[in-house]
């Protein structure tokens, strides 16, 4: 996968190298995915809307293949893989070498994560329920997912002061979460399995084991492989972004001559950050709303009001609630750096759903249909509201230790 290097020329590379340090910050890979999502937005509530659907439901790919597309299916099942396979990358790290390793420290914000994903779903089928809407229940773990670029992109803009057991807490939330996610895709939104092209599948994954277990981390060679595993799991019916991690998962966390997770997932991460997940986000953010009138018809429906409350609601809930219990009944223990304030904001960064929210909505209802547009609205409105309220909580925080910062340097000069 060293591919992100060898597509610049000699007398690019430094030109190349800045950009991709660039794309590699969070704050700025953030900024990319919410700039991609509202050109979508502004485009698909113009007066040009039909151009931009057009657009996103052009068909490209061979037939014969069955990978004739619509370039929205490719962001989604092609570009989207990317940045799984940067996933895969964080996971096995995590669970080898990370805070994933210490079960007794990672306790709190994996089972966090879990309720994190318990409570929205509830929430989300109550209401459904509730509204006499039992066709949409298919929709139940769409408000299940965090967006770890924007929530952590929004941390760094806040938190300047703030503890850094508090990125910790997020990261293997918004860690897990993802594998859960992942899980939630395989099993519930695979409609069928083909079972040959998924056994042929194993032998270029394989092989791409092989590869990076020993060292090689050339393009050419990789790139085809993950290519045909991509292939082959697509054609298996299974969603082909699990291919990229279970390909991610092959990675060795200390490879030779340094090819490892860390290494591979720092080539791929500006490809993911800079073209992948916005050009996902460009294609899934673009609902056309119908104005004030349809947003506010669109908010009215169990469907997208599941959707809200789940992410703004029960998200938060799910994850101080468990924090909380498992602290108060268990061993389990808050970090010595961390208060329960400073929870309750990460909780509500949590309610950001986006980007795997978005994916779970196609997955569940399909493009371009009525209720698929709903849910766009819903995930979309949710992550603005968790976002300003979270912005609000953690801005709070970071003025307070701020204060507690300068004291300590004052006293330190006195002394």
Not at 108 to 118: K, S
Request: net charge neutral; aromatic share 8%.
């Amino acid at each position: 996968m060293g591919f992100p290097r060898r597509l610049f020329t000699r007398g690019s590379r430094p030109e190349a190298s800045r950009l991709a340090a660039v794309l590699r910050d969070d704050t700025v890979g953030g900024l990319v995915l919410l700039v991609s999502a509202a050109v979508a937005l502004i485009w698909a509530n113009s007066p040009w809307s039909d151009s931009y659907h057009a657009l996103a439901g052009h068909v490209v790919g061979p037939r014969e293949a069955h990978l004739d597309l619509p370039l929205a299916g490719w962001a989604a099942d092609g570009l989207l893989a990317v940045f799984f396979f940067a996933v895969g990358c964080e996971l096995k790290r995590e669970f080898v070498a990370g805070d994933l390793r210490n079960p007794s420290r990672a306790a709190l914000p994996i089972l966090a994560a879990v309720g994190g994903m318990v409570a929205p779903a509830l929430i989300f089928v109550g209401i459904n329920v509730a509204g006499g809407s039992t066709g949409t229940l298919v929709g139940w773990a769409v408000p299940t997912a965090t967006d770890i670029a924007f929530a952590v992109a929004v941390l760094a803009v806040l938190g300047s002061f703030l503890p850094s057991a508090l990125r910790v807490f997020l990261l293997t939330l918004a860690v897990v979460d993802d594998l859960l996610a992942i899980t939630v895709i395989a099993f519930f939104y695979t409609d069928h399995v083909a079972p040959v092209p998924l056994l042929c599948a194993l032998v270029p994954a394989a092989l791409f084991a092989v590869a990076v277990q020993r060292g090689v981390h050339r393009w050419w060679i990789l790139l085809p492989l993950a290519a045909a595993t991509w292939t082959l799991v697509h054609a298996s019916g299974i969603h082909a972004t699990v291919a990229g991690v279970v390909l991610g998962f092959t990675v060795p966390v200390l490879g030779r001559h340094g090819g490892g997770t860390e290494r591979l997932e720092h080539l791929v991460r500006p490809f993911s950050a800079g073209v992948a997940v916005p050009l996902f986000a460009f294609f899934a953010a673009g609902v056309t709303v119908g104005g004030v009138s349809g947003l506010l018809e669109s908010l009215g429906l169990p469907v997208t009001l599941g959707v809200l409350a789940g992410l703004v609601i029960g998200k938060p809930i799910g994850v101080f609630g468990t924090t909380y219990l498992l602290a108060r009944f268990t061993r389990a223990d808050l970090d010595d750096g961390l208060t329960w304030r400073d929870v309750w904001g990460v909780s509500l960064l949590a309610g950001i759903g986006f980007t795997v929210s978005l994916l779970i909505g196609e997955l569940a209802f399909g493009y371009g249909t009525a209720d698929g547009d709903h849910v766009k609205i819903g995930v979309l409105v949710a992550s603005l509201v968790s976002a300003v309220l979270a912005a609000v909580v953690l801005a709070g925080r970071n003025k307070a230790y701020r204060r507690i910062a300068e004291g300590q340097a004052a006293d330190a000069d006195r002394d």
